[in-house]
Structure formats: structure tokens, C-alpha cells
């Protein structure tokens, strides 16, 4: 099983600022890799896939690099609604694992 | 508009079983491999099982293999998932998920969720 590590746990950041994301897997994963944003009480949403590739309707302010074991997630400049928590999952093989999350707070 | 529509959670005592419902709309259900997940309260995301268009391929997390079914019913436009022998560490929230990504595996779209509480 591929080990999804997310760091840090909670980002303080204030709005308008940029936040700095990272999620490294155990072993390569290629570029398969997807980010989603979960707000309180909701279900995820998808953001990111193929590492890099926004889904529909998805800002430009987010944007995903990486490849391998390491990836990162960047929010260029935090709004309101960007107060979330962040997961990474990849989908290289079976089974399926997520990142522990990162939680973007204001600061 | 895509909609997915879970049901059937709720209280179930350890040992018991429960069928979880997730009704689809606004896409073609037959062309797409579906998922469900699950988050423990407070917790992180889990994926619990994975299954094809036809039903041919399925996949389970080693946590629930042997004692979770997925299945589908095309004709229906729904998704289900029997859970027998629960314990207490089921008890999350379960959401459905189309897996709508040509060369990937996760989900597009969700479902709000449904709540599994397992407890004596």
C-alpha cells in the first residue's frame, strides 16, 4: 500500500496570501495524482488531477506540480471560500490512498 | 446536472448489517465505474470500494473485503453497498462518487453523504 503523507497538518495563511501545499507518496505514483477541497459539512470536491490538470470549474488560483513522490498544491492568492481542508489521493495502483489532509485556516 | 443521492444510513448495532442506496441523475449511470468512500468523524478520507460500468471489476479496501458488497443496478441508475458484520471502526460517512476521469480513478462528483453509526 502506498503511503500518502501531507504536510503541514494546519496552514495559517491570510487572505490574499499564497499557501504552499505538499503531499509525498511512499513510492512513485507517476502523475497520478488528485487534490480535492473539503469545506465543513461538505462533500470533497475535486480541484486537481494528473497532478497538475484543473477540473471543470476550478479557478485558476489553484494549481498542482509535481511528479513521482512529490507534489504540491498552490493557492496563488486565498479567498474566503478557500478556508478548507485539503486532501491528496493518489491512483497509481490498489488501493486507493489519501494524504491525511492539510487544514487552511485564517490567520 | 449531476446528482448523486445517498441513503440508508443510520444507527446498527456491531455485528449487523445495513444497504446503502446512492441514486444517480443527470449523466449517462451506465457508462461510468462508480466508488464509494467513507470519513470517520473528525477523520480523513478512505476509500472503501471501486466498481466498473458492467459490474465485472470490483475492488475492495482490505478493511471491508469479505464483509462489504458493492453493487449496481444500471436499469435503476443506482449504486449500493451491503455492509454485514459491522463494527464499531464502520462508523463513518459514506459517500458515493462517479469516477469520471478518462485514465483515472476518483471522484468527479460526490454525493452529500450518508451517516453509518455503529454502537451498542
Known amino acids: 500500500e502506498i503511503v500518502m503523507t501531507q504536510s503541514p497538518a494546519t496552514l495559517s495563511v491570510s487572505p490574499g496570501e499564497r499557501a504552499t501545499l505538499s503531499c509525498r507518496a511512499s513510492q512513485s505514483v507517476s502523475s497520478n495524482l488528485a487534490w480535492y477541497q473539503q469545506r465543513p459539512g461538505q462533500a470533497p470536491r475535486l480541484l486537481i488531477y494528473g497532478a497538475s490538470t484543473r477540473a471543470t470549474d476550478i479557478p485558476a488560483r489553484f494549481s498542482g506540480s509535481g511528479s513521482g513522490t512529490d507534489f504540491t498544491l498552490t493557492i496563488s492568492s486565498l479567498q474566503s471560500e478557500d478556508f478548507a481542508v485539503y486532501y491528496c489521493q493518489h491512483y497509481n495502483n490498489w488501493p486507493l490512498t489519501f494524504g491525511g489532509g492539510t487544514k487552511v485556516e485564517i490567520k | 446536472e449531476v446528482q448523486l443521492v445517498e441513503s440508508g444510513g443510520g444507527l446498527v448495532q456491531p455485528g449487523g448489517s445495513l444497504r446503502l442506496s446512492c441514486a444517480a441523475s443527470?449523466?449517462?449511470?451506465?457508462?461510468?465505474?462508480m466508488i464509494w468512500f467513507r470519513q470517520a468523524p473528525g477523520k480523513g478520507l478512505e476509500w472503501v470500494s471501486y466498481?466498473?460500468?458492467?459490474?465485472?471489476?470490483?475492488y475492495y479496501a482490505d478493511s471491508v473485503r469479505g464483509r462489504f458488497a458493492i453493487s449496481r443496478d444500471n436499469a435503476k441508475n443506482s449504486l449500493y453497498l451491503q455492509m454485514n458484520s459491522l463494527r464499531a471502526e464502520d462508523t463513518a460517512v459514506y459517500y458515493c462518487a462517479r469516477d469520471g476521469v478518462p485514465g483515472a480513478t476518483l471522484g468527479d462528483y460526490w454525493g452529500q453523504g450518508t451517516l453509518v453509526t455503529v454502537s451498542s
Open positions: 466498481i466498473t460500468t458492467s459490474g465485472r471489476q470490483i
Open positions: 443527470g449523466f449517462t449511470f451506465s457508462s461510468y465505474s
